[in-house]
């Protein structure tokens, strides 16, 4: 019986490995000797999966006379059949393997090992060679393995082979579409949380010219594919070099990662015990801590990369400091230096010229960042200049200010500072994380500075974009990922699956832009949102963060939309329990809408406070002390939960007293409403179905709350009446009576005053 089989922790290049072997071995049966990762349970779980593989304890090991051994050539990687070799002296062994040579490998009469990306590629070949038919569900799981072990044809590793197997493949109908959905998945949240550890523990280090980012880190629990996560990792970073010292439990380990060709990471792990390849390798670590273990990986490298560059001429690593050049692939296609020119008051442009001049004079990178850069490519007007630098962004801001003789002031606690100019404009300035690490002596100091890191952190695609303000390169768009596409989608997208979980803001913003941009939630961030809502994350925000993100959704132009948004994903829910959505309220909060751009046109002072006006509209259905309790629950000052509490009562009387059906006097109407507060006569035009209620507060607010007497107090000391309560009676039945076009010139009021002073 021929048994194919391949190492322990099989991946894709292995099962794919196994089927284009069964190809090659008709008849021959497949066994994984161990586990396999979640990806490819996945796979075999779907419909494009049809192959038969044998458990390893169903294998009669005495009938397996022929073992064919694929992505791997040692015996002690094959788990239970490496029984086979010890206890089978005629057991005749063919290898295919791509993994560099080994003291300890296995002999195979038939022997195709060579570097090729993917073990798969040299299969492919010989069933190439000899023309055997393969199925397009053959050739997709097939070219799988090349993508896998290849990183989609990206790493050093990738040989021509690699892609000349592929192109056959994809002849032979393999799906590329079908390929990258099992291996590029979605992250779990767990998977999530290790990607921001290791983003959060990552140092960067700067050895011989070369770029390092090493990361510690300490974890309570396994988590299987560690591997995907590390790689997704370097590809959102676009790291070339990088070592994961993470210890689970008692067990600790190497994870190492070259792209880069002067260090074979194999050769590393090799030195605490463990192997791979050049690009991927790994070891357990025993008898050392973590940290040991990073001074000797430091010392390694440090030797490592003195050879290189004795060997190698120039890395393509550029001056101390520089990131975002340093990778020609970086997306840098777009110059915005002619938009900022056309689009933004002269003035603004000029004031990014010197921030501009500022960064190269002190030297520090600078970027424009956030909202600005969104709005300048959406073409909506934003004076807000958010600035990021790479450094010390504090010290920044002070030198900035010196030059435009403005001020400045700075924020230790956040590392953040603000610069007002002499002509009004305010510009804030954010330092990018900046640390600083000191290695073993005979290793340079190394500066870690991550625009990157600093835009991973924020909150959505089209907010993480920056422009880069030092000069050759002043304008260039920066886009780490893909907000100018989702931008140009309309599409609101997080950065990451624990946005929300980490900033429960987030989830009132992304209503917030979706309402104002008219833009789409991608599917995975709707359903993160819904499961940060499922898990009461909003009750983690305090009142006043809270309330905070209402009022800027109030203040928006359609607010009524961004309600009913709420209502659908339950959020409304966390202002208080009781309140439900239904049509009333939706027709209330649209109403609210036009009686606002009603009020807006007449220009008058004071402004209303548009949030207070909304919150009477959710809070409506509410007993007095749920209302209470809503703006308990907001920490709404005294005089607005006031408001909140009583506004019903009030309107009611109103309403009742002005849709009685015989029309109110002027002065009936203005008596009746002058006392209130603006936000709640406007939120009763809103609410009232009687057209009289609305005229009689369109008439007051329009025009009995601006009339104004001739007459003062003076004259009426003039005529005699001495100061006191009188003094007012007296001054208010005039303006009654002037309101109702009793009186109106100045002759006919004094006259009014004459007789009630007698
Ligand atoms: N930001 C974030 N998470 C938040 C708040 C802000 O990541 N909870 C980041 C975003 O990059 C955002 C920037 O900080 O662009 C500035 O925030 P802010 O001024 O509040 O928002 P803008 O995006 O400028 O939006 P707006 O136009 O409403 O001011």
Sequence with gaps: MKLITTHLNADFDSLASMIAASKLYPGAIMAFPGSWGDSIRRFMASPYYSWKLTK?????????????????KLASRIGPFSQLIASNPALKIDIYDHHPPQPDDLKGEIEEVRPAGATVTILTRLIKERAIPLTANEATAMIMGICEDTGFFSFPTTSSEDLEAAAYLLRCGADLNIASHFLKEELTLEQFEFLNDLLRSSERYRIRGAEVFIAILYKDKYMSELGTVVQRFMDMLKIDIFFALVKIGTHSSLIARSRFKGVDVGAVAGEFGG????SAA??????????????????????????????????????EGEIITRNPTLPLFQNLTSPMREQLPAELFAIIETISQTADVVPINAFLVGGFVRDLLLKIENVDLDVVVEGDGIQFAKTLAQKVEGSSKGFPQFHTAVVMFPQGFKVDIASARTEFYEVPAALPVVQESSLRADLYRRDFTFNALAVRLNKPHFGELIDYFGGRRDLDE???????????????TRLLRAIRFQQRFQFQMEGNTRKLLREAVEKGILNLLSGTRLMNELRLIFEEEHPAVAIQTMAEFDIIKFIHPHITYDKTMGRISDNIEKVISWYNLLYREPEPKLWLIYLMGLF????????QEGAERLNLPPKESKTLTAYPEEMTVIITKLSRGKEAKPSQIYSLLHRCR?????????????EAVKQAISLCLRHLSQVKLHISGDDLLKLGCSPG?????????????KLDGRVSTREEEVEMAKKMIK
Aim: aromatic fraction near 4%; charge should be negative; avoid cysteine.
């Design 56 to 72: 390893p304890q169903e294998v009669d090991l005495n009938q397996v006379t022929h073992l064919i051994m694929v992505d791997t």
């Design 275 to 278: 192997g791979g390849h050049p």
């Design 282 to 319: 790994s070891a357990s670590l025993r008898g050392m801590s973590l940290l040991e273990a990073r001074e000797k990986l430091l010392s390694l490298l440090s030797e490592e990369l003195s050879q290189m560059e004795e060997e190698v001429s120039a890395p393509s690593f550029s001056a």
């Design 490 to 504: 309309g599409i609101i997208r997080v950065l990451h699956n624990l946005s929300f979980i980490e900033d429960p």
């Design 620 to 627: 409506e259905g509410l007993s007095t002390s749920e209302r």
């Design 678 to 690: 603006l936000e709640v006569l406007l939120y009763t035009m809103a609410k009232a179905e009687h």
């Design 725 to 737: 309560p009188l003094f007012n009676k007296i001054l208010r039945k005039i303006l009654l009576a």
